[in-house]
């Protein structure tokens, strides 16, 4: 099943239909959706290595505009963003996230930690609107831009890699999330 998954992205990658759908990926990653753009924008890139920087100019603009969402979703529906989130003294997450959260944004947006957590509790603490969307560029291209730089450059050597070793890849990649999901649910 798994390769089944990675062929079809591989030949999604060479239609029209790939840009549109990485974009719809990595807007609902940012509010929504626990998946990261990376699944898509990984085989995209090792499939077209001269969109590399296409593909993550879409997946940036697509993560920024989803993270607006995701902060609308924590400013606009409280109660859900607290459930979201998870935290039970408000007010001193409010205060942290006040303090921290211009790090906090940068940090997690590099990481493969769902970034909707990051954009719904900017959202929830009112964090300063253009100061989150600033960041979110920031952060969110840095992040595609070096995948995609790293794949376009380094890409045969990887995609042998990936090919070869496609569990293995996706069970560290999904450890990965799963292990960032923890660690800011119970330990941030």
Known sequence: MLRRLYDWIMALAHTRQAVPALAVVAFA??????IPPDAMIIPMVLAEP??????????????VLGGLAGYAIGYYLQSFGQWVIGERNFEAF?????????????????????????????????????????????????????VAGLLRFFGPPIRDFVERR???????????????????????
């Open 94 to 146: 409010r205060d942290a996230y006040a303090h921290w959260g211009l790090w906090i944004i940068l940090i997690k947006g590099l990481t493969p930690i769902p970034y909707k957590i990051v954009t719904i509790a900017s959202g929830l603490t009112g964090f300063n609107l253009p100061v989150f969307v600033l960041a979110s560029i920031v952060t969110r291209g840095a992040r595609f831009f070096i």
């Open 29 to 34: 990653e940012s509010s929504f959706f626990p």
């Open 50 to 63: 001269k969109r590399a920087w296409r593909i993550a100019l879409v997946a940036t603009a697509a993560s």
């Open 166 to 188: 496609l569990t293995l890849v996706t069970t560290v990649f999904v450890l990965l999330i799963v292990g960032g999901v923890i660690v800011t649910r119970y330990l941030v």
